[in-house]
C-alpha cells in the first residue's frame, strides 16, 4: 500500500460498509482494476494528470457502460481528489483491494507476467504461493514485457523472482565473476566456457524474505518507493534491476530512495533487492590524475582505476582528541591571500561572492601552487557544466597539476542524487590520504548548487520544507561535511585536511540561508566583491569582509612582519578615497594616503594561474612597506615588481634562498634585501619610471 492512500483506502472501505455496499464497491474496484490491467491505455489514461476527473470518470462509463454503478464512481473520484495528490487513483483503488482482502485474513499481491495468464493458471500460482506460506493468498495479473518470459509473484513482502531477465542477469554475474583476475583473454574465455557447462538456465529462484528483496511500489523524478526491505540502512545501496539507488528515507511501511542511474529502466513493481553495502568510494593513489563522477567511476576515458580501498562517504569528523591546533601554512600563491587571509592546513576557509567574480579561479590558483609541496588537491564540481569542468580539468594538465590532483565531477545534467553525493565521495577520497600521514587540500565547487540538489530531493521525498523551502536538516548537510577537515594529531600521522568550500551569493547578500549557514562552520572567508572585478583588480577579494580566524597561526614570521600593517592600510585608503571623490582640494596627508593606497592595491593584482611563491611575494610586499614603490608611477607599478623579482633572483639569489628557507627576517637579512631593493628602486626611476 502507499501511504499516501492507505488510509484513504481504509476510510472508503469503512464508509461502504456502514452503507452496507463493502461488496458492491469491492466488486466495482475489481472490475476496474482487471480492465487496468488489461489494457496499459487505459491505465495510462487514468493515471495521467493532463485529464480532470470527470473525463476519467466518462471514459470509464464509455468503456465499462452499465457494469459501473454511478454513485460508487462519483464517490471514488471524490474521495480521490480529496488526497489533492497526482497518480492516486490506481492506487486507491489497488489499496482498496488489498485492504479488503487483508481484513478478511487473505493476502493480497501480484503475479507479473509478459502474457496474461488464464484463471485456472492464476489459481494454480495462488495455491502454491498458499502452501508456501501457510496463508490463504489472492493474485491479481499484471503485465510486464520488460520479463522477457517466466513469471514474478509479489506478496506482502515477499518476491518470487523467476523471470528471464533476472535469470539472465544471474547468469551474467556468475560468469563475468572473477574475470579481473585473469592477465590474459585466452584464460578468461576457457573459464567462462566452463562456467556456462556448469550454469543451468532452468535454476528457480527460491521464495525470498522482505529483509533483503523488495519491490517497486512507485518511481518519479528519480526517486522510489520500495515495499519490503525490512532490515534496510539509511545510506544503503538497493539494486533495482540494472541500476542502482541509496535509501534515504526509512518510513513506517515503505522506503524512500533515490536513483543512482537512469529512471527508464525503472518500472512498478520491479525487484529491489537489498545489497548490505552503504554507498562508497574507491580510494587511494591510483585515483590521482583521474576524473570521476560522483561514485567514483572513472570518466575521463582512461581505463579502470585499481583502488587501495574502499571509504564509505558519510564517515564521523575526527573528535577533538584526535585534533591538533592548524600550525602550518598552506601557501594559495595569492598575494592578497597569504598575505592579509592566510589559510593554515586543516583549515576551512569559505570562498564567497556573486557569480563571475572568480571564485574558481582562486581556487584553481590554489591547487596550481601545490606543485612540488606534498599537497594532494580534489576538486569537486557539483552542478557545473561539463564544458567548464573540462576546461579546469585542462588548465589543470596544462599546469602540470593533475599529477596530483582527482577531479570529481557531478555535472547540472546528471541527477540531483549524483550532485548530493558528490561532495561526500570527494571528502572520503581525501581522508584516506589524510589518514594516511598526508596533507590535502580539497575544493567545493559549489555548496549552494549541492544545497540546492539537497532540497530538490528533500521535497521529491516528501520532508518537511523550511525556511526558502529547504529542509530543516540543511546547515547539518554542510556541517557534516566541512567538519570532516581537519589536521590530525601526531599520534594519527599528522596529516591534514583543508576545504575552500565555495558559496555563490546573489547582489553580494552574504546574509542569505545558505551563505550565513556555511560562513557559521568555517573558519573564515575570502569575499570577492562585483565592483572590484569589474574595476580590474583581480583577484577582487574584499579585504575589508575577508577574514580568516586561524590562518595567521601557521603564518610564517617574515610574512606577518610585511603584511601586518597592510589591511589597515587598505582600509584607510577606502575610507578616504570616498571622500575623496567628492572634491580635488586635498590635504597632504590624504594625498599620501590615496598614493600608498593605489600602489598596494596595484601590487596585490595578480593574473590567473601565475600563483607567486611566498618569498616572491615577500619581497614585494616588504618593498611596499618600505616606501620604494610610492615614487614609481601608477601605471609602471606591476611592471616595477616584475623586475625587482628578476634582479633578485638573478643577482641576490642568497637572499632569496635564506627567505625560502628560514622564512624569519634577521637583522642582517634585512639590511641586505633593504639594500638591494633600494638601488634596483633608484635605477627604475633613473630610466624614467618615477613621479615628475
Not at 470527470?54 to 474521495?79: P, R, Y
Not at 525490512?230 to 544503503?236: D, F, R, S, V
Not at 529542509?471 to 585536511?497: C, I, N
Amino acid at each position: 500500500m502507499s501511504l499516501d492512500t492507505k488510509r484513504y483506502a481504509q476510510d472508503l472501505l469503512e464508509m461502504a460498509r456502514q452503507e452496507n455496499k463493502e461488496d458492491l464497491y469491492f466488486q466495482q474496484f475489481s472490475l476496474l482494476n482487471d480492465g487496468f490491467n488489461s489494457s496499459d491505455e487505459l491505465r495510462r489514461y487514468i493515471d495521467s494528470d493532463q485529464y480532470t476527473s470527470q473525463e476519467k470518470k466518462d471514459k470509464l462509463v464509455e468503456i465499462f457502460g452499465d457494469a459501473l454503478d454511478t454513485s460508487v464512481l462519483n464517490t471514488f473520484f471524490l474521495v480521490s481528489k480529496t488526497i489533492n495528490k497526482n497518480h492516486t487513483e490506481l492506487l486507491l483503488i489497488h489499496d482498496f483491494i488489498q485492504h479488503y482482502y487483508q481484513i478478511r485474513g487473505i493476502l493480497f499481491g501480484t503475479v507479473y507476467t509478459v502474457h496474461k495468464l488464464d484463471d485456472k493458471s492464476v489459481a494454480d500460482i495462488e495455491k502454491a504461493i498458499s502452501d508456501r506460506l501457510e496463508h490463504p493468498v489472492k493474485l491479481e495479473n499484471k503485465l510486464d514485457a520488460d520479463m522477457v518470459g517466466g513469471i514474478k509473484v509479489v506478496v506482502d513482502d515477499y518476491v518470487w523472482d523467476g523471470s528471464y531477465k533476472t535469470r539472465l542477469k544471474n547468469m551474467r554475474e556468475k560468469l563475468t565473476s572473477g574475470i579481473q583476475e585473469y592477465e590474459s583473454t585466452e584464460e578468461m574465455g576457457r573459464v567462462i566456457k566452463e562456467k556456462i557447462k556448469k550454469f543451468d538456465i532452468g535454476d528457480k529462484v527460491a521464495l525470498q524474505s522482505s529483509d533483503t528483496v523488495g519491490y517497486v511500489e512507485t518511481v518519479a523524478d528519480g526517486i522510489v518507493k520500495v515495499k519490503g526491505l525490512t532490515k534496510a540502512m539509511a545510506g544503503e545501496i538497493l539494486e533495482v534491476g540494472d541500476t542502482e539507488a541509496m535509501v534515504m528515507n526509512l518510513e513506517e511501511d515503505s522506503i524512500g530512495a533515490v536513483l543512482l542511474g537512469n529512471e527508464v529502466e525503472v518500472v512498478e513493481g520491479q525487484q529491489a533487492v537489498s545489497t548490505g553495502r552503504i554507498i562508497e568510494v574507491p580510494v587511494g593513489d591510483t585515483m590521482l590524475g583521474r576524473v570521476v563522477n560522483a561514485l567514483g567511476k572513472p570518466i575521463d576515458g582512461n581505463g579502470p582505476i585499481r583502488p587501495s580501498a574502499y571509504y564509505p562517504i558519510e564517515r564521523n569528523a575526527p573528535g577533538v582528541i584526535s585534533r591538533q591546533s592548524v600550525s602550518e601554512s598552506l601557501e594559495t600563491g595569492i598575494k592578497v591571500i597569504d598575505s592579509m587571509i592566510p589559510i593554515g592546513k586543516g583549515q576551512r576557509e569559505l570562498i564567497i561572492g556573486d557569480r563571475q567574480t572568480g571564485k574558481t579561479a582562486i581556487a584553481v590558483d590554489a591547487i596550481i601552487n601545490q606543485k612540488g609541496k606534498n599537497v594532494k588537491c580534489i576538486y569537486v564540481a557539483i552542478g557545473q557544466k561539463a564544458s567548464t569542468v573540462a576546461q579546469i580539468v585542462e588548465k589543470l594538465k596544462q599546469n602540470g597539476a593533475m599529477e596530483y590532483t582527482t577531479v570529481v565531477c557531478s555535472s547540472a545534467s546528471e541527477l540531483a542524487s549524483l550532485q548530493y553525493i558528490a561532495p561526500y565521495a570527494g571528502c572520503a577520497i581525501g581522508e584516506y590520504w589524510m589518514e594516511h600521514g598526508q596533507h590535502v587540500l580539497i575544493v567545493y565547487d559549489d555548496l549552494s548548487k549541492h544545497a540546492i540538489a539537497y532540497r530538490t530531493l528533500s521535497l521529491l521525498l516528501r520532508r518537511p520544507p523550511g525556511r526558502e523551502a529547504f529542509p530543516g536538516d540543511v546547515f547539518y548537510l554542510h556541517s557534516r561535511l566541512l567538519e570532516r577537515s581537519a589536521k590530525l594529531s601526531d599520534a594519527l600521522g599528522g596529516g591534514s585536511m583543508t576545504a575552500l568550500p565555495i558559496v555563490e551569493t546573489l547582489s553580494g547578500d552574504i546574509s542569505a540561508y545558505i551563505p550565513t549557514n556555511v560562513i557559521s562552520i568555517t573558519d573564515g572567508q575570502i569575499f570577492l566583491q562585483t565592483e572590484l572585478f569589474n574595476s580590474g583588480n583581480r583577484p577582487a577579494v574584499d579585504s575589508g569582509l575577508s577574514v580568516s580566524r586561524v590562518g595567521s597561526a601557521a603564518q610564517s614570521k617574515a610574512m606577518k612582519k610585511v603584511s601586518s600593517s597592510l589591511k589597515l592600510e587598505l582600509a584607510q585608503y577606502q575610507e578616504v578615497l570616498d571622500f575623496a571623490q567628492f572634491g580635488s582640494d586635498l590635504d597632504t596627508a590624504t594625498k599620501k594616503t590615496i598614493n600608498h593606497g593605489q600602489r598596494l592595491m596595484a601590487l596585490l593584482k595578480q593574473p590567473q594561474y601565475s600563483p607567486y611563491s611566498i618569498e616572491d611575494q615577500i619581497i614585494i610586499l616588504f618593498a611596499a612597506q618600505k616606501g620604494y614603490v610610492e615614487d614609481i608611477r601608477l601605471n609602471r607599478v606591476e611592471d616595477y615588481e616584475k623586475q625587482l623579482l628578476v634582479e633578485m633572483h638573478s643577482n641576490h639569489a642568497d637572499l632569496v634562498n635564506e627567505l625560502r628557507e628560514k622564512k624569519i627576517f634577521t637583522d642582517e637579512l634585512t639590511a641586505k634585501l633593504e639594500d638591494a631593493i633600494m638601488k634596483f628602486s633608484d635605477t627604475y626611476r633613473r630610466a624614467g619610471n618615477g613621479v615628475n
